[in-house]
């Protein structure tokens, strides 16, 4: 932490106020790590996939009604307690963990109060006596335009604008499924209590897929990426284990151990993706989460944690198996189809179910409302008309409205079918930027006879080249910028330093991960070469000018 913000990889932001918790600033070398991790990413995730992957770019904030069809509205938040003397607040699960030693993640408000009571917690700040648990909403409220009823929220996940948008990616692609829609973007969360510096932050840059296919149907294409995933399964979790287990992702998924082959397969990217970074596969695993862990809108969930020198393991990806869950809560809240049509090979005769009603009986009872309730009936599937007249009795509630049970029927008939209309199902691997920025830094650290070098893998290492004259030597000094400026315009990203000794300069490089460095000499002179010095072995090899970029990009490339 003292390295990153000393050599301008990051620090807390506003600083020079105090600074505010969870807001860090991403310095000039910061940002360009970011930028390479981010295109990394990109290389796996869309490059990798674009027979089937696109990107897009959603605005950071949305209309209230996207984020209630979403149901981040009401299941967006964490429990939270306030000092009933000094008025401070705490996130009340980690309060109790952190007091107590024990795992309370996912009670219930009133069960987290019953502990606080009853273990006599108090303030930790002045001992004063702690309030009843509430639930604290983490999504930032605005307005959009002047009226304050037009509300906005900045959006918690970039999930949703590829959901809204899914329709129209759907058509400009041809109609295809399977269909990946990334995107990488901002995204708030207003968190509680934030900790552990870049790890849990209020702002940060968020790298999604969410990839819709036909459960039934869509194989992935397990030629480009499978094999072996260490994984902890709830089942595990549950009997108090805590070591992975390695299993071959077709056999968990066969096994039931991962519920979507889709999920399986965007696992086995995350994990070489985020080896590539640095991590090596010991150090990684992908932790399921137990039900009351788990989003509302996932039926399973893997937490793909790093080991980390300060904090043990943490969270660097989150894969969740989100079903049909949000384009469904779209359909109901919007009133707009956005189902896929799958043709048969052939037409057939298929058995469906419709929703009949009794028109004449319903007007009588509802009058000038009965349109009302077919708009309603309109937008439900006939499977879950059928649930709602399995609880009735003499009568039922649909949309809000109260109706004889008699009144509305589901039958069953056989007709000539060309295709069929599906909801397609998601899987989501979802990164946070920042946090692997970290990673990346705690992974490279490594002090050598009191010296700091930064092993950041070569391929995201902010600054690519250092060019040094041997000493300050005006044609040295001349022959070195000639050959930084020919470096930069061959898109290479390089650092010039000419100033103290050519060891001093070589430690200045390693700390901030520079993997090569060319040191122009009096050699260099006479017959137009110069050295080529390794980071991590320290050898150094001599070489033409004129080949400097060919033989750097090869360097690079490994």
Known sequence: MDLAKRRGFFWPSYEIYGGVAGFYDLGPLGTM?????????????????????????????????????SGHLEHFTDPIVECLKCGRKYR??????????????GLRGDELTKIIRESNLRCPSCGGELSKVMEFNLLFRTTIGPYSSDVGYLRPEAAQGMFTAFKRVYVALRERLPLGIAQIGRVARNEISPRQGMVRLREFTIMEVEFFHNPESDEPPWDRFSGKLRILPAELRARGEERPIEVDVNEAVTEGLIKS???????????????????????????????????????????????????????????????????????EF???????????????????????????LLGRVLGGSLKELEEV?????????EKLLATGSGEVEVG???????????????????GVRIIPHVAEPS????????????????????????????????????????????????????????????????????SGSIGRRYARADEIGVPFAITVDFQSLEDGTVTIRDRDTRQQVRVKIGELPNQLRGLLEG
């Open 431 to 498: 990164f946070g930027a920042e946090r692997l920025v970290l990673v990346v830094l705690d992974k490279a650290y490594t002090e050598e006879g009191g010296r700091v070098v930064l092993r950041i893998p070569k391929a995201i290492a902010p600054i690519k080249v250092a060019v040094f004259p041997l000493v300050e030597r005006e044609e040295l000094i001349s022959l070195a910028k000639r050959i930084y400026w020919e470096l930069v315009d061959r898109g290479f990203t390089v650092l010039y330093d000419e």
């Open 377 to 385: 009936l309109r937008k439900l599937r006939a499977e879950d008309v």
């Open 261 to 331: 082959k889709w999920l399986g397969y965007w696992m086995c990217v995350a994990r070489d993706f985020v080896h590539e970074l640095g991590v090596d596969y010991g150090e990684m695993y992908f932790e399921e989460k137990m039900p009351y862990e788990r989003a509302h809108y996932s039926v399973q969930t893997f937490d793909q944690l790093v080991r980390v020198s300060r904090w043990g393991w943490i969270e660097v990806s989150g894969h969740a198996y989100r079903t049909d869950y949000d384009l469904r809560r779209h359909m």
């Open 33 to 69: 790590l970011k930028n390479n991790i981010v295109n990394l990413w990109r290389k796996y995730f869309v490059l990798k996939h674009q027979d089937m992957v696109v990107e897009i770019e959603t605005p950071i904030i949305a209309p209230e009604v996207v984020l209630r069809a």
């Open 400 to 418: 809000g409205f109260r109706v004889p049970r008699e009144a509305i029927r589901v039958v069953k008939e056989v007709e000539k079918a060309s």
């Open 92 to 105: 009340a699960d980690h309060l109790i963990e952190e007091q107590l030693k024990v795992k309370v993640e």
């Open 334 to 360: 919007s009133g707009q189809d956005l189902t896929v049509f799958k043709p048969y090979p052939e037409p057939k005769l298929v058995e469906v179910k419709r929703v009949v009603v009794d028109r004449a």
